[in-house]
């Protein structure tokens, strides 16, 4: 009784394919038990399984150009859609990432150190369950994006004690939290997450140097004490270049799983990640990716016993960012005019509403 799957998953009238096509003109035809349709619904129903706690889900390779950013919106996505919200996706590069870049919508230029100026209050016991909301970036599938610093020239650098604080605040207001922690293996910030980390997620294409970097990755986390994380760490191999090679290499490495998925051009193509334009196929495969990572979270939190409230006693001692008197357009913007956008400033800069010709030369 405890394994059968949900109500529903076998008898509900298919949506997909000849049957769903047929149930569209009333007729109430079930999926086939062993099809892709009923597939589908047992990863969503996998991915809305109770997790106690409030996990850290940290995507990383050392080698950029793996997928990465693009792995860190599709998992927040979709744990979003399916858990109803409280899923935040936290770019924790050093600097300038681009999980803001990449995700469905960025509406506003708040990202950790206007959260770390806030840290007290929003960590107060009067504190509202939305009054971090301002700070992130929501999304349609109702999780939220924390972006990392986005200010030119900039010299200040997220370390441990900024990511403990942040990981602090938002254990405090959301469920579930998805961390990019970017590229640099050696940075403060990739260390913490590493050592905080409830689940590795390590994306990987068929190229020798991506493996390497994530076999890499995995002694390192394994040689620094985490060998348990390193076991139970979920491997997505995008299916790109070689791919036998690259998966005999890796189905030797001694982690949880290693999943192949369909390489997408879309998540590749640098835009933003909007779940409801990517193909059923692509949705799918990611859906699995989704599902194999909260079955990990759940055996790994109840193996621990999360506890009710977290130990850690940590001094806020950030002061919140002065508001700054507008400035001429950036580089950045040329950007978005150049794409038909409207670029932040450009109406304070020509009060008639003309739109100068900043075209960036491309």
């Given at each position: 009784?405890?394994?059968?799957?949900?109500?529903?998953?076998e008898?509900?009238?298919?949506?997909?394919?000849?049957?769903?096509?047929?149930?569209?003109?009333?007729?109430?035809?079930r999926?086939?038990?062993?099809?892709?349709?009923?597939?589908?619904?047992?990863?969503?129903?996998?991915?809305?399984?109770?997790?106690?706690?409030?996990?850290?889900?940290?995507?990383?390779?050392p080698?950029?150009?793996?997928?990465?950013?693009?792995?860190?919106?599709?998992?927040?996505?979709?744990?979003?859609?399916?858990?109803?919200?409280?899923?935040?996706?936290?770019?924790?590069?050093?600097?300038?990432g681009?999980?803001?870049?990449?995700?469905?919508?960025?509406?506003?230029?708040?990202?950790?150190?206007?959260?770390?100026?806030?840290?007290?209050?929003?960590?107060?016991?009067?504190?509202?369950?939305?009054?971090?909301?301002?700070?992130?970036?929501?999304?349609?599938?109702?999780?939220?994006?924390?972006?990392?610093?986005?200010?030119?020239?900039?010299?200040?650098?997220?370390?441990?004690?900024?990511?403990?604080?942040?990981?602090?605040?938002?254990?405090?207001?959301?469920?579930?939290?998805?961390?990019?922690?970017g590229?640099?293996?050696?940075?403060?910030?990739?260390?913490?997450?590493?050592g905080?980390?409830?689940?590795?997620?390590?994306?990987?294409?068929?190229?020798?140097?991506?493996?390497?970097?994530?076999?890499?990755?995995?002694?390192?986390?394994?040689?620094?004490?985490?060998?348990?994380?390193?076991?139970?760490a979920?491997?997505?191999?995008?299916?790109?270049?070689?791919?036998?090679?690259?998966?005999?290499?890796?189905?030797?490495?001694?982690?949880?799983?290693?999943?192949?998925?369909?390489?997408?051009p879309?998540l590749?193509?640098?835009?933003?990640?909007?779940?409801?334009?990517?193909?059923?196929?692509?949705?799918r495969?990611?859906?699995?990716?989704?599902?194999?990572?909260?079955?990990?979270?759940?055996?790994?939190?109840?193996?621990?016993?999360?506890?009710?409230?977290?130990?850690?006693?940590?001094?806020?001692?950030?002061?919140?960012?002065?508001?700054?008197?507008?400035?001429?357009?950036?580089?950045?913007?040329?950007?978005?005019?150049?794409?038909?956008?409207?670029?932040?400033?450009?109406?304070?800069?020509n009060?008639?509403?003309?739109?100068?010709?900043?075209?960036?030369?491309?």
């Open positions: 009784m405890l394994l059968a799957p949900a109500p529903g998953v008898t509900d009238p298919a949506q997909w394919g000849w049957r769903g096509k047929l149930n569209a003109l009333g007729l109430r035809v999926p086939n038990r062993t099809g892709i349709e009923v597939s589908y619904r047992r990863a969503v129903e996998r991915i809305r399984q109770p997790l106690p706690g409030t996990p850290l889900v940290v995507v990383a390779n080698k950029g150009g793996t997928g990465v950013t693009p792995t860190v919106v599709l998992l927040s996505a979709l744990f979003g859609r399916h858990r109803g919200g409280q899923i935040v996706a936290w770019d924790a590069n050093e600097a300038c681009t999980l803001a870049a990449r995700a469905a919508n960025c509406s506003n230029s708040d990202g950790v150190w206007e959260v770390l100026g806030h840290a007290r209050e929003l960590c107060s016991p009067n504190s509202d369950a939305s009054s971090l909301a301002r700070f992130l970036q929501r999304q349609p599938t109702l999780d939220e994006i924390l972006a990392s610093d986005q200010t030119p020239g900039g010299t200040a650098i997220v370390g441990r004690d900024e990511c403990a604080a942040l990981m602090a605040v938002l254990r405090r207001h959301h469920a579930m939290v998805i961390a990019d922690v590229n640099n293996e050696r940075a403060q910030g990739f260390r913490w997450a590493i905080n980390a409830t689940q590795l997620v390590i994306p990987v294409i068929g190229h020798r140097d991506a493996v390497v970097a994530a076999l890499r990755l995995l002694d390192g986390v394994a040689d620094a004490g985490h060998q348990q994380l390193a076991e139970d979920v491997v997505v191999l995008a299916e790109v270049g070689d791919i036998p090679t690259a998966a005999a290499a890796l189905d030797n490495a001694r982690v949880a799983g290693v999943l192949r998925v369909a390489f997408d879309a590749a193509s640098g835009e933003r990640i909007v779940l409801s334009r990517l193909p059923r196929s692509t949705i495969a990611w859906s699995e990716v989704a599902a194999t990572v909260a079955d990990s979270i759940a055996q790994t939190l109840a193996d621990r016993n999360a506890p009710l409230e977290t130990a850690d006693d940590i001094e806020f001692s950030w002061a919140p960012k002065q508001s700054e008197p507008t400035q001429l357009p950036s580089r950045l913007q040329a950007y978005a005019v150049h794409t038909g956008g409207s670029a932040k400033g450009s109406q304070a800069a009060p008639a509403g003309h739109v100068p010709d900043w075209r960036p030369g491309w």
